[in-house]
T-cell receptor
């Protein structure tokens, strides 16, 4: 079992729809959770982080965390073609929460 | 605030040659990471520094890879000798609470 698992996709949604990206993790001691967006040929860009159970909203993005189910998700409302990218889920664990484990990423395509 | 700086951005070498990458983290960030990202995969941690001490180098191929972080600021990652399978993007990241990446160095080994 991988420590951080994501569906590789591609996930295809029409413009204006809600894109839902999911991530599960294996270590119950994981402390903080991140979503990065990575365009082709570019480095990962931090778009959301969440530390507590529940929802966190920032503009069109909502991160959802359920520690009991070891599940974190990212919702993108009103998806735009410019949202087409690979979305990486990352989890901090270990003493002090300093070890970061990345998932392999989900490719998202938003069709105009 | 300046971001994480890396150089060079691209490097092409032949197998068995050596190569070095440089990283300057965001000012004040004590934690620095080097990752290897192969096409289609997520970043894989090679080494993590806290100030100038190594926190985790469990996935660093120590027979050919080395890294140092002098004075707890800049860091260099070296590969000697390079293999074909080392072709990847090498990402440096630094962290205060959240982690931020530099632009990466794309290495091609022929």
């Amino acid at each position: 079992q991988k420590e951080v698992e994501q569906n590789s996709g591609p996930l295809s949604v029409p413009e204006g729809a809600i894109a839902s990206l999911n991530c599960t993790y294996s270590d119950r001691g994981s402390q903080s959770f991140f979503w990065y967006r990575q365009y082709s040929g570019k480095s990962p860009e931090l778009i959301m982080f969440i530390y507590s159970n529940g929802d966190k909203e920032d503009g069109r993005f909502t991160a959802q965390l359920n520690k009991a189910s070891q599940y974190v998700s990212l919702l993108i409302r009103d998806s735009q073609p410019s949202d087409s990218a690979t979305y990486l889920c990352a989890v901090n664990r270990g003493q002090g929460g300093f070890k970061t484990i990345f998932g392999a990423g989900t490719r998202l395509f938003v069709k105009a | 605030e300046a971001g994480v700086a890396q150089s060079p951005r691209y490097k092409i070498i032949e197998k068995r040659q050596s190569v070095a990458f440089w990283c300057n983290p965001i000012s004040g960030h004590a934690t620095l990471y080097w990752y290897q990202q192969i096409l289609g995969q997520g970043p894989k941690l090679l080494i993590q520094f806290q100030n100038n001490g190594v926190v985790d180098d469990s996935q660093l191929p120590k027979d050919r890879f080395s890294a140092e972080r002098l004075k707890g600021v800049d860091s260099t990652l070296k590969i000697q000798p390079a293999k074909l399978e080392d072709s990847a993007v090498y990402l440096c990241a630094s962290r205060a609470r959240e982690q931020y990446f530099g632009p990466g160095t794309r290495l091609t080994v022929t």
